[in-house]
């Protein structure tokens, strides 16, 4: 039995209502002899996703290309594989160069605006796809979801070294970027995936890091990430150029670059849990060598540098938080909190006395059941009755979903796809001894 399809709907305040009403499992105190018991089973909620990519585009990012390529097809069809199906999808794709007055390299940066709208077809700024009730997809670009993601992720390099992933964060949503309209949407799930070698950077000051040199640009790259580092982090030991590990790193407020935990603030819907967020990075601890300057935490085929002021985030968002090691090939756990970001499942659990033929093989259920889907009202069959297809009911033994009751009645929808708001109402009687 696949309980993929059996999720909660957000919308009718009234039926939301009447099915916490209805659907609370009956305890042992609870049965009464030739009772019937209702629940209403949401079956489909088409969940709102705002998914928000933030790519480090710096130089030193070149080495990255092969992997953020290889990972671009493979993250869209982790959403295509989520519970539930393809979700109703905003996606776009910022870089983290906003500039940095005085350092080599930079201008004004991109301020935030999305990226590859018309370079990969789309009818608009970012991609925007969902599914339609028959099965089929409303999008707004050629091709699938894979080929979409992997021409979004296509960014080419920039030559400024200043990486500033809250920054971009904060100018790809605060409408202040011309053409990002109307990519956040009210009581959708918002999403941010930033994927960086290095850590973040936001400047209040623009020109902070002026001044700052080298005979390289990698050179000029390693001597703003240490900057960055000694101005926007506090470890142990205190001192930033001390030769050694750094642990216990936590984000710093108060040293000109903007602040964590006042970015998530603002960040944060009237919902706070509608903010996840992923980091694809380096190490938490950062390793200080002569220079003073920072050792990648691998080499070899990648080189990925330390990121602790983005590990704060983890106590920040408690739950909400998926860092990915991103000297690693394969980035798709940056996608696992999909999983839990759907509404509560709603209980198809029956008293045990649903069975009204306890000494026949199997469960022998007394039912009268009915899909809703608007205003239409369908009997739904048994799946083993003759003809019988999808969407069907079938009686389970179920202790995992169901420990209390150890009965699940559930509504097996197949390939059917129903319109939001569609539910099964069951009413099912309880055997007497």
């Known amino acids: 039995m696949r309980l993929t399809r059996i999720v909660a709907i957000a919308a009718l305040a009234a039926l939301a209502a009447l099915a916490a009403a209805c659907t609370e499992p009956a305890g042992p105190d609870d049965f009464v002899c030739g009772r019937e018991e209702q629940r209403l089973v949401p079956l489909y909620q088409q969940r709102l996703i705002d998914l928000l990519f933030v790519v480090d585009r710096t130089p030193s990012m070149a080495d990255q290309a092969a992997t953020l390529a290889a990972n671009a097809p493979e993250l869209a069809n982790v959403l295509q594989q989520i519970e539930g199906g393809l979700p109703d999808l905003h996606v776009a794709v910022v870089t983290t160069d906003l500039g940095g007055d005085g350092v080599p390299g930079c201008g004004a940066g991109d301020g935030g605006r999305f990226q590859g709208g018309a370079r990969c077809g789309l009818d608009g700024s970012f991609l925007r796809a969902r599914g339609r009730a028959d099965g089929t997809r409303e999008q707004n670009f050629p091709g699938d979801v894979a080929a979409g993601f992997a021409c979004l992720f296509d960014v080419p390099l920039a030559t400024c070294p200043v990486s500033q992933p809250l920054a971009a964060i904060v100018g790809a949503v605060d409408g202040s970027a011309a053409g990002n309209d109307g990519f956040r949407r009210i009581g959708a799930q918002l999403l941010i995936v930033i994927i960086t070698d290095g850590d973040d950077c936001s400047l209040i000051d623009r020109s902070a890091l002026a001044g700052i040199g080298g005979a390289t640009p990698a050179e000029v790259e390693a001597a703003v990430d240490f900057a960055c580092f000694a101005r926007g982090t506090a470890c142990e030991p205190t001192d930033p150029a001390t030769p050694g590990i750094h642990s216990a790193c936590v984000g710093r407020d108060d040293a000109g670059l903007a602040s964590l935990g006042a970015t998530l603030d603002w960040l944060r819907p009237a919902e706070p849990k509608r903010l996840v967020v992923a980091v694809v990075g380096g190490d938490a601890d950062a390793v200080v060598v002569a220079g003073p300057a920072l050792a990648p935490t691998c080499t070899g085929a990648l080189s990925v540098g330390p990121a602790p002021r983005l590990a704060t985030l983890d106590g920040e968002l408690p739950d909400r938080f998926t860092a990915v090691d991103a000297c690693g090939e394969n980035w798709t756990d940056a996608l696992v909190q999909l999983a839990s970001l759907g509404t509560p499942v709603g209980n198809p659990c029956f008293d045990p006395a649903v069975d009204v033929e306890p000494l026949v093989p199997g469960i022998q259920a007394d039912c009268v059941s009915r899909l809703m889907v608007g205003s239409q009202s369908t009997p739904l069959p048994w799946c083993g009755e003759p003809g019988a ?42 055997r007497c001894p």
């Open 389 to 430: 297809r999808p969407p069907c009911l079938r009686a389970l033994e179920d202790r995992v979903q169901c420990p209390a009751q150890g009965i699940s009645i559930q509504v097996e929808l197949g390939d059917a796809r129903l319109p939001s708001g569609s539910y099964a109402d069951l009413r099912c009687r309880l």
